[in-house]
């Protein structure tokens, strides 16, 4: 697989968009029907967010998109629900509070599209092929990197600190009006990989790199071994750790008791990751390798600069994108 392969995000919103022109007059259509036709009805929610952000209700009919119950559901354009409904009732369709009485024959799901989400899941599925598991020396530099969203679209921040976390040196941010990717659990990559990655490229020009890169979400642990961290660190050929507040995916080991004892995430048949416990108020992080650095010495590490629950690096990282997303 060519690395290249994984900054090359489809246009998801768009897509979605053009699937509600295949809906013929008299006919709606639900959040599912329209995910199982991308090719995972995971991005359910999505197809939603895509509805209410909907910016040309005239030309994309985001009316016709209803709950799988038949339930109307909202409406973010002019009149809200009830003129979802009175559009409705205008080419035939029975609705009766709130919910569309034939809706099994007035249901469209026969979409003519080649699916993009299962190409985007082969893509990770031969990404662990290409992490490389290695002992680093010890960094010299750390750095996090966060994206936040606002009302302007999305910002992504780059914060490098000592290798204690202690003292930040450098910070750097980047903007993006548009995101053309929704979110989408498993597919957090494609949403923030080319946004970082124009991010770290702009830096790695300018002043290189530090030692190893925190990013906010998860590594190896991931149901196709593929997360962010992943993602970022194959293409930058770099060593990134993935830090997330909450397990994606796997089981936890339990090694018995003791609080400063790490316990091991278990993925199938492999150790993915760890649960660490960072501060003693506050509940574990789950650390993974994103690439080019040991399980062991990520968890090490994410310790040593963790004054809070997350790494220090990744709090001032969230900050900066934080304070100029919004």
């Not at 108020?281 to 789950?286: F, K, S, T």
Request: hydrophobic content about 35%; proline content about 6%; some cysteine.
């Amino acid at each position: 697989m060519d690395k290249r392969d994984l900054t090359k995000v489809p246009d998801l919103e768009k897509i979605i968009l053009n699937l509600l022109l295949q809906i013929p007059e008299g006919m709606v259509t639900s959040y599912k029907d329209v995910a199982n036709a991308l090719g995972d009805g995971a991005a359910a929610r999505a197809v939603g967010t895509v509805m209410a952000n909907n910016e040309e209700p005239k030309k994309y009919p985001c009316w016709r998109v209803v709950r799988s119950n038949g339930e109307v559901g909202n409406y973010s354009a002019s009149g809200g629900r009830e003129a979802k409904i009175e559009k409705m009732k205008k080419e035939g369709i029975e609705v009766e509070e709130g919910t569309i009485k034939n809706f099994s024959e007035v249901r469209y799901d026969d979409y003519e599209i080649d699916p993009p989400l299962p190409r985007l899941r082969e893509i990770q599925n031969g990404l662990e092929r290409m992490v490389k598991l290695e002992q680093s020396e010890p960094p010299e530099s750390v750095a996090g990197v966060d994206v936040s969203y606002g009302p302007d679209g999305a910002v992504a921040a780059y914060v490098e600190m000592d290798n204690r976390g202690e003292e930040v040196v450098y910070r750097k941010t980047f903007r993006e009006e548009r995101v053309k990717f929704p979110y989408i659990p498993g597919y957090l990559a494609f949403r923030e990989l080319p946004l970082l990655n124009n991010l770290l490229e702009e830096v790695r020009g300018s002043r290189g790199l530090s030692d190893v890169i925190f990013v906010d979400g998860n590594g190896l642990i991931h149901p196709r071994k593929a997360g962010l961290a992943t993602h970022l660190g194959v293409v930058l050929e770099h060593p990134t750790i993935g830090v997330a507040k909450k397990l994606l995916c796997g089981e936890i080991e339990d090694d018995g008791p003791g609080e400063d004892r790490d316990r091991k995430v278990r993925l199938e048949e492999d150790i993915v990751g760890l649960e660490v416990k960072t501060f003693a108020r506050a509940n574990p992080v789950y650390v993974s390798v994103g690439n080019r650095i040991m399980l062991d010495q990520a968890g090490e590490l994410t310790r040593k600069v963790s004054t809070y629950k997350l790494p220090e690096p990744i709090r001032q990282a969230h900050k900066a994108a934080k304070s100029r997303a919004t």
